[in-house]
């Protein structure tokens, strides 16, 4: 295993691969530490999770450094991510035991309720857009509800797996309580079968959520999956336009286009198309693409050249099946991963753009008729991440929010993001489970009705 800078396509450091039997000696040792960290108050454990917030900010920017030689991160983006998961830390220490109080039942009972008891070691399964934050998304709210917490993240951001490691370690969780291991995908599930492990979380592509998920199907444990997305964006004849071209933009280019959440499929009624294309192509066009660590970049090179190949190859296809190049749609010369800001319109059914998830800085305008039309053509997907509505009519927003999208999180003159405070997860190929606020951390426990006659 090994990590790759994607800016200059060079060699960073390799890592050698755990066997099974040093795998098991981590689990053991996790399982001895899960039966302490159980025990604890949740204000002893909130102690503890607040240093990791407090270290997480002491360090941002040597952690916003490593993200962007591993993953091409832009550099200030970086920062951003740090200053979440820390938020997230601070958040589950503050909120857990609220979260997780027993609830008092009425019966013929003199005393019933319902209790939450963690249940063990959780298998993280974690991807590489996002190396600090998707982990710290599943671990903090897992951590404190007595869990414990083994993390496989993806091979091209070993050195971010160790750096997290060690956060949780300084902080003062017990010995191997947080533990990363250094496996090929292939071996993931050798490490689901073991008997120590309880569950199972995954942030990835759908292919792997369904490896997964038979997998821990087979062993009767649980899972929670985060898959991928084709987050449609509908502007409708009364958006504010300028507002919505900000945030389309800046929604599809966050992180390089390389996330599950980012708009996807931008899809505009007749009236306003043709002036939303022309100032949406204009706000492409002024991005600052370059080295990550660069000054004012905000376009790095994408995580892996494997990676730009197969989106430079989804669009190449797009466009022989008729859509239509507006903008980029090519590899610039030089050293690393880097692919320019694309624009595709006259999308429709069939195509590759239409069809699939674009993981990269490439937006799809789709024409429609209205509003109907719209919705259908949002719905008409096997993913069901997110979603956005522009309209100044705020209620209609709400309605269409409500009644008519098909998706885990819908928002409404804003892009989707991800938020301690809201559940988070997707319906359809997109997933099932939720991260976050109050229905992530009840995800890993056990519901135990408790009653006395």
């Not at 102690?47 to 920017?61: C, Q, S």
């Not at 974690?126 to 982990?135: A, E, K, L």
């Not at 937006?363 to 008409?380: P, R």
Request: aromatic residues 8%; charged residues 25%; glycine residues 8%.
């Amino acid at each position: 295993m090994q990590t790759i800078d994607p800016t200059t396509g060079k060699k960073i450091r390799s890592y050698p691969e755990f066997s099974l039997s040093k795998i098991d000696g981590i689990l053991n040792r996790a399982e001895r530490s899960f039966q302490s960290w159980r025990s604890l108050s949740f204000k002893e454990r909130s102690l503890i999770m607040k240093k990791a917030a407090v270290i997480l900010r002491t360090d941002k920017d040597r952690y916003a450094r490593l993200m962007a030689q591993e993953m091409g991160k832009p550099f200030v983006q970086g920062q951003g991510e740090i200053e979440k998961c820390a938020f997230v830390c601070d958040f589950y220490a503050e909120h857990a035991e609220y979260f997780l109080t027993p609830e008092p039942i009425r019966s013929e009972a003199s005393k019933s309720f319902v209790t939450y008891e963690p249940l063990g070691i959780v298998l993280a399964v974690m991807p590489w857009n996002f190396p600090f934050w998707q982990v710290f998304r599943c671990a903090a709210p897992t951590l404190m509800a007595g869990n414990a917490v083994v993390l496989k993240h993806a091979s091209n951001v070993c050195g971010c797996a160790l750096a997290i490691e060690k956060i949780f370690k300084e902080a003062g969780f017990p010995p191997a309580l947080f533990s990363n291991v250094f496996i090929p995908s292939i071996k993931v599930k050798d490490v689901i079968e073991h008997p120590l492990i309880q569950a199972v979380s995954l942030t990835g592509s759908t292919g792997a959520g369904r490896s997964i998920a038979s997998r821990a199907g087979a062993m009767l444990k649980k899972t929670v999956l985060e898959l991928g997305g084709s987050d449609p964006y509908i502007i409708l004849e009364d958006a504010d336009l300028e507002s919505a071209v900000e945030t389309c933009v800046n929604s599809r280019l966050i992180n390089g286009g390389q996330s599950c959440i980012s708009a996807k499929r931008f899809i505009v009624v007749d009236p306003v198309f043709k002036e939303f294309a022309e100032r949406f192509i204009v706000k492409m066009q002024l991005q600052r693409m370059g080295p990550p660590l660069h000054e004012g970049v905000n376009l790095g090179p994408m995580a892996r050249h494997d990676l730009r190949d197969q989106l430079h190859a989804q669009v190449r296809r797009s466009i022989k099946q008729g859509a239509e190049l507006l903008l980029g749609g090519t590899i610039p010369p030089g050293p690393g991963a880097f692919y320019l800001p694309t624009v595709l319109s006259n999308v429709r059914p069939g195509m590759a753009a239409y069809q699939e998830e674009l993981f990269g800085p490439v937006a799809t305008l789709i024409k429609v008729a209205d509003e109907q039309e719209a919705i259908h053509t949002a719905n008409d997907t096997v993913f069901g991440l997110g979603a956005a509505i522009f309209t100044r009519d705020v209620k209609r927003g709400e309605r269409m929010a409500i009644q008519e999208v098909q998706a885990g999180s819908c928002f409404v003159n804003e892009s989707v993001r991800s938020d301690p405070r809201l559940p988070f997860g997707g319906i359809k190929q997109s997933g099932y489970g939720r991260e976050l606020a109050e229905s992530g951390i009840r995800e890993f426990i056990n519901v135990k009705t408790v009653y006395i006659k």
